[in-house]
């Protein structure tokens, strides 16, 4: 399995200001998943992010307001950009290698609080 | 598409009982992958248990077993004499294919009451 790093492990912004949150995997993975949980729901996927090219989104999801970045095939970042409260969430990263049970483990996931 | 219903919300048990999470799955893939998590209010996701769809051997490990039925498109999770730790929410989740994301159900919030 593969170990993911995820940091801030919480955070409380202002609103109107970015947060950029880093993945890092102890291996080299193809994918990277990021998925937004909003308060009392389950898991959405946000977007999907190849090593080398633009991340795919999620119907509902924009590059303006998630950017993500995927600079080589251990790291990734999310930004939230121009954060308002309904940002408020806990994000968490995935990854995928192909390998059995990979894409079952997760970052520690990131709980922000915008206000 | 895929789809995962846990019609439970919440279930609200006596510690010592038995209780049944329920998970109901669609996909018209072949080979799928489903899973259970955990988590607790600390909010990170705990990874419980991994079944392709070619595996229908129920499992246990200590208090918790599964129930994969492909017949009914379920995979139920019981953990038998629950404690007041097991306190958490519970997702179900489905993936079509390794290197994919999952698609999780709505989840359970189980409280064990001492």
């Known amino acids: 399995s593969a170990v993911i790093s995820q940091k801030p492990s919480r955070d409380i912004c202002q609103r109107g200001t970015s947060l950029t949150i880093q993945c890092q995997v102890d291996?080299?993975?193809?994918?990277m998943f990021w998925y937004r949980q909003q308060p009392g729901q389950s898991l959405t996927l946000i977007a999907t992010a190849n090593q080398g090219s633009e991340a795919t989104y999620e119907s509902g999801f924009v590059i303006d307001k998630f950017p993500i970045s995927r600079p080589n095939l251990t790291f990734s970042t999310l930004t939230v950009s121009n954060m308002s409260p309904e940002d408020s969430s806990i994000y968490l990263c995935s990854a995928g290698t192909g390998r059995m049970n990979t894409e079952a483990f997760f970052g520690q996931g990131t709980r922000l609080t915008v206000v | 598409a895929q789809k995962v219903t846990q019609a439970q919300t919440e279930i609200s048990v006596v510690e010592k009982e038995d209780v049944t999470l329920d998970c109901v799955y669609e996909t018209r893939d072949t080979t799928y992958y489903l899973f259970w998590y955990k988590q607790p209010p600390s909010g990170e996701l705990v990874f419980l248990i991994r079944r392709n769809s070619f595996d229908e051997q129920n499992e246990i490990s200590g208090r918790y077993s599964w129930n994969f039925q492909k017949s009914t498109s379920s995979f139920n999770f019981t953990i038998t004499a629950s404690q007041v730790v097991d306190s958490a929410v519970y997702f179900c989740a489905l993936s079509g294919s390794t290197n994919t994301p999952l698609v999780f159900g709505k989840g359970t919030r189980l409280s064990v009451i001492a």
């Open positions: 291996s080299q993975v193809t994918m």
